[in-house]
DNA sequence: GCGGTTTCTGAAAGCGGTTTCTGAAAGCCT
DNA sequence: AGGCTTTCAGAAACCGCTTTCAGAAACCGC
């Protein structure tokens, strides 16, 4: 029977023995730390390659004192959201040299009694943080050590000083509510919420309201539904308002996957959209533009928020200042489902 | 001014010390390999909560060789696709203990002279590839070292031996064409490839045949064209075959795309769907159930797959024996562009 | 030629764990 | 009570790399 295990690699002491030097010159070809002759640099390349050489990640993290890798921290992964902005911190992060490590919350277990940390400062040089989920006092606990952290699309508890990047969702709700009213004349125009407690939602809530006072509009409670940002949970919130005979002309959904669920349940009910009810969304995935109607919504520059969030994150970790908070614009995307035609 | 890097964690030496033991008890303790006395044992656990101590994952690879760590090699991340993808594999990793490491190779960069390998096996226990960017030669090289891999959508040359996690394709499209052959007396049904050597397209393909022949009915060669998995690719396609007359009553599209892309060119063409031409897809993206009509198309279960490709690999990781390949059942989902009305 | 750089290289001390080996103390048997 | 096995704990040898320290050789100006 033969071992299945993974055969020896090389190490660096296989390379200078082959280079007829020290280890210590072999790390610093590799490193460029220090100046080492032209023939000794070609003879340790030559090894290098003969052997087929790559050093050990961990021997290096644990010798160096740095892992090259980021964290990132999410609730989970579904929906259209999260393609784009891992992509964009994935080819931030590849672009510094960094890897990238990712984590969900989604149930957090216990091992052997204690709490195991979701990212654990030893595997990453800092931590990318979406969720939630994580309470402040982790984000404390972990800021207070000097541990860099960026929060993407939340804000710290103000005694913190985390960077933050996120977005003016307060005004880019606005902006397509008040196209309803203005351009459509939607009056009982509904609100979907997202998660109780995400602060995208309440911005966007804000907005919303905004924009009803604005143009002399009540806010009527019965038009605020749980959209959870989940285009199920929308389409059945949606159903159940036409059930109880809800009567309503417009639909802010909290992001564009609410928007989906609720235009499935008006069709599903034999209503059309935008003739009988025009329905907005928000973040702009990519679907949105391919759908049947085709979706009004607010372009949330997710991938670029991605981007900035890695880059902050690594700037920081290289000892670099940066910005405390980046709000990325929002953009007011017109298409068919509000009732225009472009 | 104040240093900024992060504060010293505590060591395992720092807890064997407070707790009065020695370090290698302290790393029986942590990892249960030996027993340890009661009384000792809630010492040592004190200590540890007391330092808010955590072992350092660098350390702990590089005594004990393994990084509980999996690598995922992607082409890029976009579209609808990779988030349920990346969701299966994050979860089945996290229930196994293990990290999730992703990298892409979408533009895979030189440093220093030589090739950057994609993921080193030294940072990673196991990889699992997706892209076909990877040669076989590379494959060879890490299959040769006895280095677990996995191959997602993607079989391997029949030398290598790596288990593979993939569709049922075949099965797939027969149902789908069959549908349309018996439901809806459909007989002279078009065939939109995808890209060529794509291996999803010709299991595709072949299911697509041997409906065809199962049923009596002869291929016709006009009705093959190249949809590309694109909607632009299949809408141009298909517009030319009504420029030239080409008749059809039905068309099976490679994947949902491409099925967007031919309804887009039927209704140009003032042809109804699916009164005149019935179109069936492939895969069951999000936008699927969305459109208008919704479309008849062949679920596949994207999120499952990336969930057994992890499973796989965490088990050949733990050396234990696996199957050479999983087939996912797709299975039949039935809307209104068939010609039925669910 | 001679002290004083500069340039290059090697020995060795960690980094923070795991694991083997060895030994002391305790438990068991006759 | 004496010899035997168990049970538990510590010393020390790694794991593969980075980095400091120190030294040898080459180079410098005069």
Redesign the pocket.
């Known amino acids: 029977m033969t071992v299945q295990r993974s055969l020896?690699?090389?190490?660096?002491?296989?390379?200078?023995r082959l280079a007829?030097?020290?280890?210590?010159?072999?790390?610093?070809?590799?490193?460029g730390?220090?100046?080492?002759?032209?023939?000794?640099?070609s003879q340790v390349n030559q090894a290098i390659a003969a052997l087929d050489?790559?050093?050990?990640?961990?021997?290096?993290?644990?010798?160096?004192?740095?892992t090259d890798t980021i964290g990132l921290l999410l609730p989970e992964i579904s929906g259209a959201f999260y393609s784009p902005l891992i992509h964009g911190i994935e080819s931030s992060a590849r672009e510094a040299g960094f890897d990238l490590l990712i984590h969900t919350t989604a149930d957090r277990f216990r091992e052997r009694g204690r709490i195991q940390l979701p990212l654990d400062e030893?595997n990453t040089d800092g931590l990318l943080v979406f969720t939630d989920r994580l309470s402040d006092a982790e984000l404390a606990r972990f800021s207070g050590r000097g541990f860099p952290l960026v929060l993407l699309y939340r804000t710290a508890p103000p005694t913190l000083d985390i960077p933050v990047v996120t977005l003016e969702n307060k005004a880019g709700a606005r902006s397509v509510v008040e196209h309803l009213i203005v351009e459509h004349g939607c009056r009982r125009i509904a609100f979907l919420a997202g998660p109780s407690g995400n602060e995208d939602s309440c911005w966007r809530e804000a907005g919303y309201l905004e924009a009803l006072r604005v143009h002399g509009i009540d806010d009527d409670p019965a038009l605020h539904g749980p959209g959870e940002f989940d285009s199920e949970q929308a389409r059945a919130v949606v159903a159940q308002w036409l059930g109880q005979g809800v009567s309503f002309d417009a639909i802010f959904a909290g992001d564009d996957d609410a928007a989906m669920g609720s235009i499935q349940a008006l069709t599903q009910a034999g209503l059309r959209v935008p003739e009988d009810v025009a329905v907005v969304g928000f973040d702009d995935v990519l679907l949105a533009g391919l759908m049947v109607p085709r979706l009004t919504t607010v372009r949330a520059p997710i991938e670029t928020a991605g981007r900035q969030a890695a880059r902050l994150l690594i700037s920081l970790i290289q000892g670099e200042e940066v910005e405390r908070l980046v709000l990325l614009p929002t953009e007011l995307v017109i298409r068919q489902s509000c009732g225009c035609d472009r």
């Open positions: 020896k690699r090389a190490t660096i002491s296989d390379v200078a007829g030097v020290s280890i210590a010159t072999v790390s610093r070809v590799l490193n730390t220090a100046p080492v002759a032209e023939e000794t640099m050489y790559a050093p050990h990640a961990a021997a290096r993290t644990l010798a160096g004192r740095r030893h």
